[in-house]
């Protein structure tokens, strides 16, 4: 039985998950869930072994809901839920590659379980600007826009607080990727031990659909800034956030984030 190494995305919807794992996932030896009869080729929807339903990975609900938070001495961390997600996945993967990246937004809460149940796993982590996700969350979910902002806050907090466990995590900017795509993937495969590839990609700004998005308030701009983050979409530049046990893979990565990277202010 091939072994391979997977390659977890995860994050808000609306946040870029889509977009990061088609890019990543254009390397040679990358492999990814394509053409299943799910929204978005999201692993989550193709296994059996975590419950699912309809009210797992609501849209600004999921990433605050204590149960669906899964770490580490869950009672699903056993090996029968690691094979039994191996198992429904696998004829879904298009090739035998040595990485697979699986997709799904509630993997956000999921990072702490999945690296017990793949030790070998990594995680990379896209965020958006609060503003606007709750602006292109607003057909789906009712709520005024400060209560989508409150919860994009919240959840980011308890990622900051499991990025603490994660032996190698990355956690990037939707902004940074669609300012300096090449960049940005080069960074992340570097994070996963391969070698450049080439991207030519151009990525049209989201964002820019969302100019008159209700603006954070001032508290909530406060805790935002962690992220770089300010009122009124503002984006200020701050590096990668990215741990990996090799010092070698780190620095790589950081020097290919640094490499052509250029983010809008």
């Known amino acids: 039985m091939q072994h391979h190494r997977y390659l977890f995305i995860g994050g808000l919807h609306r946040s870029g998950t889509s977009l990061l794992t088609r890019l990543v996932a254009a390397h040679d030896a990358v492999a990814a869930i394509s053409d299943a009869p799910v929204p978005e080729n999201e692993g989550c929807y193709l296994q059996g072994a975590i419950p699912h339903t309809a009210q797992h990975g609501r849209p600004m609900h999921f990433a605050t809901d204590p149960r669906q938070h899964l770490t ?4 699903l961390d056993r090996l029968e839920t690691r094979l039994r997600l191996e198992h429904d996945w696998n004829p879904w993967f298009d090739g035998d590659r040595p990485w697979r990246v699986e997709k799904s937004p509630v993997n956000l809460t999921r990072t702490r379980l999945y690296q017990q149940l793949f030790p070998l796993s990594q995680f ?3 965020i958006r600007h609060p503003e606007a996700v709750a602006a292109a969350v607003a057909k789906w979910v009712d709520g005024p826009a400060h209560q989508l902002i409150d919860h994009w806050l919240d959840a980011h907090s308890q990622m900051q607080q499991d990025l603490s ?14 300012a300096s795509p090449a960049a940005v993937v080069s960074s992340v495969h570097a994070f996963m031990s391969l070698s450049p590839s080439r ?22 701009a406060e805790r935002a800034a962690a992220w770089g983050y300010g009122p009124g979409l503002e984006v ?15 620095t790589a990565a950081e020097d290919a984030w640094t490499r052509g990277k250029a983010i809008t202010g």
Do not use: C, K
């Open 165 to 178: 466990h994660l032996h190698a995590a990355m956690v990037i900017r939707y902004e940074d990727l669609v």
């Open 124 to 126: 990379v982590l896209i």
């Open 72 to 75: 580490e001495g869950h009672p």
């Open 236 to 250: 200020r530049p701050v590096g990668p956030r990215l741990s990996h046990p090799l010092r070698s893979v780190r």
């Open 199 to 220: 991207m030519d990609a151009t990525v049209r700004d989201g964002n820019l659909d969302y100019g008159s998005a209700p603006r954070m308030t001032p508290s909530q």
